[in-house]
Every structure is written in C-alpha cells, then in structure tokens.
Nanobody, 127 residues
Framework: VQLQASGGGLVQAGGSLRLSCVAS????????MGWFRQTPGKEREFVAA????????YYGDSVKGRFTISRDNVKKTVYLQMNDLKPEDTAVYYC?????????????????????WGQGTLVTVSS
C-alpha cells in the first residue's frame, strides 16, 4: 500500500482546509485509514480514523466537532475536512493505514499500530 497526502497550506484562524490521502495498491474493507499530526519535538498525535468498509469514524478530542473524516472507496481516497482551524492545529499531517486491526476490535489510536504512511502535508494556521 502506498499513500499520497496533499491539501496542506497556510490558512488564517477560523478558516478551513481539506486534506486528501490517495491510496494505491490493495485496500481491504477491513483496513482503517487514519490521520495523525506532528509538530517538532512532539510525538505523532491521533486526529481521526475511519474504517474503509463500514465508514465508522473516530476523532481525537481536540478536533471533535471541527474536523470530519470521510472516504471515497472508488477513488481510494480519504479526506479530512478541517473547519474552524486554530493556531494549535499547525502541524505536519500524515495519513496512515492499519492493515492488522481485527474487525471487531476498536479503532486503534497509536501510530505504531499503523503500517504504511504517506509523506505528510504541512498545515499552518496563522492567528
């Protein structure tokens, strides 16, 4: 599986951006696609994830109500719609895929559980 993230940029606080993550290769309905973000000197933080088959979504507490994750199975693309952006949302955003999750288990939030990663896209929110 290869992932290509895009859509980052510079936006003012309160603005919106939509990130995209295009997957190539085999994608199983059992896979989970996730978005994480990272700032210098900090660990990669969970943002949102969605099951590829059923579309069940889960969000980190800091983005609930502002960000929406979705997927287009035909285009093999996962989106992260980010609204009401805040300066603290500034980070490099990465998409990843968890290929080992058991179907009945909860979505996993730890970056080490994700097996493949995109290259990252920078989001900068100015105040």
């Amino acid at each position: 599986v290869q992932l290509q993230a895009s859509g980052g940029g510079l936006v003012q606080a309160g603005g919106s951006l939509r990130l995209s993550c295009v997957a190539s290769g085999y994608i199983s309905s059992k896979y989970v696609m996730g978005w994480f973000r990272q700032t210098p000197g900090k660990e990669r933080e969970f943002v949102a994830a969605i099951t590829w088959g059923g579309g069940s979504a889960y969000y980190g507490d800091s983005v609930k109500g502002r960000f929406t994750i979705s997927r287009d199975n035909v285009k093999k693309t996962v989106y992260l719609q980010m609204n009401d952006l805040k300066p603290e949302d500034t980070a490099v955003y990465y998409c990843g895929v968890d290929v080992r999750k058991i179907t009945s288990a909860p979505i996993r939030l730890q970056p080490r559980m994700y097996d493949y990663w995109g290259q990252g896209t920078l989001v900068t929110v100015s105040s």
